[in-house]
């Protein structure tokens, strides 16, 4: 059960979530929070996406310019205003892990569930209990950060896939993986797991 997943995977993760902004919301789901494949990383490579092509920036996406504002302005009170989390939220998305203070977790969530934002990365400290109406998952990196080299058990797996299209938020989700060669194992666990 080794992991196969090549490092250059990471550009066509974003650049998937961001072509799947205009279905709905997305989560682009990491095992990581800085190192890697990670929240992070993924979030700077979105900032330089958005930057490239402006068309591409989930900013485009932002429903509520003000309940924005408000959001990171609280979230510079916390971190400083030259944090990565603060740019993110300028170009209209979030990342969330935890290491983020538990109170702008929370204001993260609320906005991303009022449908303010539409994009958030995240490892499991969101996907794995938060009840958010995500529409489609673009599952970066499902690497179990034990050091094993593994992917996720499928019983993590499953609860990850299972955030999207809930009952009563979203009718039907969509689950991407956006595997650069064909890796078997890794399609048929996410098989098993749907």
Same mark, same amino acid.
């Given at each position: 059960r080794k992991n196969r997943w090549k490092v250059n995977a990471q550009p066509v993760c974003c650049h998937l979530a961001l072509q799947? =902004?205009?279905? *709905?919301? +997305?989560?682009?789901?990491?095992?990581?929070?800085? /190192?890697?494949?990670?929240?992070?990383?993924? #979030?700077?490579?979105i900032i330089e996406m958005s930057n490239t092509d402006n068309s591409l920036s989930p900013i485009n996406f932002v429903i509520n310019k003000s309940y924005l504002e408000d959001l990171i302005e609280y979230a510079a009170f916390l971190l400083g205003s030259d944090h990565l989390l603060c740019e993110? =939220?300028?170009? *209209?998305? +979030?990342?969330?892990?935890?290491?983020?203070?538990? /109170?702008?977790?929370?204001?993260?969530?609320? #906005?991303?569930?009022?449908?303010?934002?539409?994009l958030i990365i995240s490892n499991n400290t969101l996907a794995e209990g938060v009840n958010l109406p995500i529409k489609t998952i673009v599952l970066a990196n499902v690497v179990d950060q034990s050091g094993s080299g593994n992917y996720l058990p499928n019983n993590r797996l499953?609860?990850?896939?299972?955030?999207?299209?809930r009952a009563g938020r979203e009718r039907y989700g969509t689950v991407m993986i956006p595997a650069i060669h064909n890796n078997s194992l890794l399609l048929r666990m996410v098989k098993e797991a749907l």
């Open positions: 799947s =902004l205009s279905a *709905g919301s +997305v989560l682009l789901f990491t095992t990581g929070k800085t /190192s890697g494949i990670s929240c992070v990383s993924l #979030a700077k490579k993110a =939220l300028r170009n *209209g998305f +979030v990342f969330h892990h935890g290491d983020i203070p538990q /109170s702008l977790r929370e204001k993260i969530e609320r #906005a991303y569930d009022r449908g303010v934002i539409k499953k609860n990850i896939i299972g955030r999207v299209g």
